[in-house]
């Protein structure tokens, strides 16, 4: 199992994790409201990251779920933002609620990657660009 914090920008399905949801978006309909999309706040015990949910899943989970991922994918939605998803190969399901330790900071989807000069299938960080969620600011 992969700790958030050790996700990396990627086009291969095999991220296999477990969060709690923080926050849950605005679902969004596209193609004249066949598909619908959310973007929600989620954390382990090392890092966050914005995940994508779609169809289904944006009314199958809400915030103090427990999630377990597996063969997720890291990688750029069609709005241009880094998330974490299923993917067509992954599954999400939920394993329990309200029961686990998590940090919001760093958030994985706000750090600004750039290939690996030493290994062309591989990512590295470059830069913060928020070490928080700039879609689910925290409450102040």
Same mark, same amino acid.
């Given at each position: 199992m992969l700790s958030l914090k050790d996700i990396m920008p990627a086009a291969r399905n095999d991220i296999t994790t477990r969060f709690i949801v923080l926050e849950?978006?605005?679902?969004?309909?596209?193609?004249?409201g066949q598909n619908k999309t959310c973007l929600v706040l989620v954390a382990d015990?090392?890092?966050s990251v914005h995940f994508q949910l779609w169809n289904e899943e944006?009314?199958?989970?809400?915030p103090g779920d427990i999630v377990h991922l597996?063969?997720?994918?890291?990688s750029y939605n069609r709005s241009?933002?880094? +998330?974490?998803?299923?993917g067509k190969r992954g599954k999400v399901e939920k394993v329990g609620e309200f029961t686990m330790e998590f940090v919001e900071s760093p958030n994985m989807?706000?750090? +600004?990657? +750039?290939?690996?000069?030493d290994s062309s299938s591989r990512?590295?960080?470059?830069? +913060?660009?928020?070490?928080?969620?700039g879609i689910f600011p925290p409450l102040v």
């Open positions: 849950k978006g605005t679902i969004t309909s596209e193609g004249g015990e090392s890092a944006c009314d199958a989970f809400k597996s063969n997720g994918i890291f241009n933002r880094l +998330v974490l998803r299923a989807s706000e750090i +600004v990657w +750039v290939p690996d000069p990512y590295v960080q470059q830069s +913060v660009i928020s070490p928080i969620s």
